[in-house]
């Protein structure tokens, strides 16, 4: 059994996060002690990583959701997981390209600019100032 400060540091889950997740039942409730104290078991250790692996994947807290609930029909087909796991990753490529699209026009801005001039004809700060023109003119 472990303390939720020993699961903390086993899972790297922080302690308020771990309550929370008890609290809106995606680990069971905690065995307490005589002294009102939590103890967790290998399984909430188990769920804990589980969590945390696809929390670092992205995945909402109502997919991690679902996803434990299918875990627990090991004979059902895994169409609906799979599913939830396409659209996690539509969702990150979605991401990806717009953090391309960021990175494209940040090197536009920058490139531009050697930094040497007056503020006044700063290219970044009048790319900034006039966002319509410097997206039609780059889209160009």
Known sequence: MFSIGTLSKKTGVKVPTIR????????????????????????????????????????????IGTLIKLNQHPDKICAEANSIARKQLADTQAKIASLQRLETELLRITNHCQGDGQIGHCYVLSSLSDHGKCVSEHSQ
């Open 20 to 63: 929370y997740y008890e609290q809106i039942g995606l680990i069971d409730p905690a065995v307490r002690t005589e002294g009102n104290q939590r103890r967790y078991g290998e399984s909430e250790l188990e769920r804990l990583g589980f969590i945390r692996h696809a929390r670092d994947l992205g995945f909402s807290i109502e997919a």
